[in-house]
């Protein structure tokens, strides 16, 4: 374990270093997480997505949740988010976390 003391900047960043390596290890994921750029779309890509999202959500019978759409479609939740309350004739059932998306 390592316990907090004065280090030099060059034995700092090798406990980093080796830190990384040890979660590495321990959990097979990557320690350094990478900024990922904000995609915007275009226009016509919010237009497709609203028809995806609706063949997404036409194609379960039973309903879908959210995540599972969000998962399905491939882009950001809030892209998502605005597609779905553009579908027409959408229903939905339940609350919060529980909520199912269906097709009239």
Do not use: H, W
Not at 33 to 53: D, G, N, P, T, Y
């Amino acid at each position: 374990m390592l316990t907090i003391a004065t280090f030099s900047k060059p034995d700092a960043k090798s406990a980093v270093a080796d830190l990384e390596r040890q979660y590495e290890e321990l959990t097979g994921k990557a320690a350094k997480c990478e900024k990922v750029a904000r995609k915007r779309l275009s226009k016509e890509q919010k237009e497709a997505l609203v028809i995806r999202v609706g063949e997404i959500i036409q194609a379960s019978k039973d309903g879908i949740s959210m995540g599972d759409i969000v998962k399905r479609a491939g882009e950001a939740v809030s892209a998502v988010r605005e597609a779905v309350q553009q579908v027409q004739g959408l229903k939905k059932t339940g609350n919060k976390a529980s909520t199912l998306y269906l097709v009239k």
